[in-house]
């Protein structure tokens, strides 16, 4: 969705702006090694491809966290559903379990 479209965007950026290093540092690798930069350019690459992890990261922890919400919430109707038909079963003698769990399945399925 929207969110984590949010967080690979990011990443991009962040995975452009170390490859826009790499390509910097590689043009001039003679200015680079006679001014004994190597070091600080390591650490500044590294440092745009952190940012981009810590962006996958992000993105990962949401979606995990909105598919488990999902879940719970699929889950928790279907324990609301045979608790009440249970209910109904008791005290109506008209109904049987197949028509409780059709109508569970039937109203789990559309609403996915």
Same mark, same amino acid.
């Given at each position: 969705?929207?969110?984590?479209?949010?967080?690979?965007?990011?990443?991009q950026?962040?995975?452009?702006?170390? !490859?826009?290093?790499a390509?910097? *540092?590689? +043009?001039?690798?003679?200015?680079?090694?006679?001014? #004994?930069? %190597?070091?600080?350019?390591?650490?500044?690459y590294?440092?745009?491809?952190?940012?981009a992890?810590?962006?996958?990261?992000?993105?990962?922890?949401?979606?995990?966290?909105?598919? !488990?919400?999902?879940?719970?919430? *699929?889950? +928790?109707?279907?324990?609301?559903?045979?608790?009440? #038909?249970? %209910?109904?079963?008791?005290?109506?003698?008209?109904?049987?379990?197949?028509d409780?769990?059709?109508?569970?399945?039937?109203?789990?399925?559309?609403?996915?």
């Amino acid at each position: 969705g929207k969110i984590t479209t949010i967080f690979v965007a990011k990443k991009q950026n962040a995975l452009a702006k170390a !490859g826009s290093v790499a390509e910097e *540092v590689l +043009s001039s690798i003679k200015t680079v090694m006679a001014f #004994g930069g %190597q070091t600080k350019e390591i650490q500044r690459y590294n440092s745009f491809l952190n940012q981009a992890n810590r962006q996958t990261y992000k993105k990962h922890f949401t979606t995990s966290f909105i598919y !488990g919400f999902y879940t719970v919430v *699929v889950f +928790s109707y279907y324990a609301l559903g045979l608790w009440y #038909g249970a %209910q109904l079963l008791v005290d109506c003698k008209d109904i049987s379990l197949g028509d409780i769990l059709i109508v569970i399945l039937e109203i789990g399925g559309g609403s996915v």
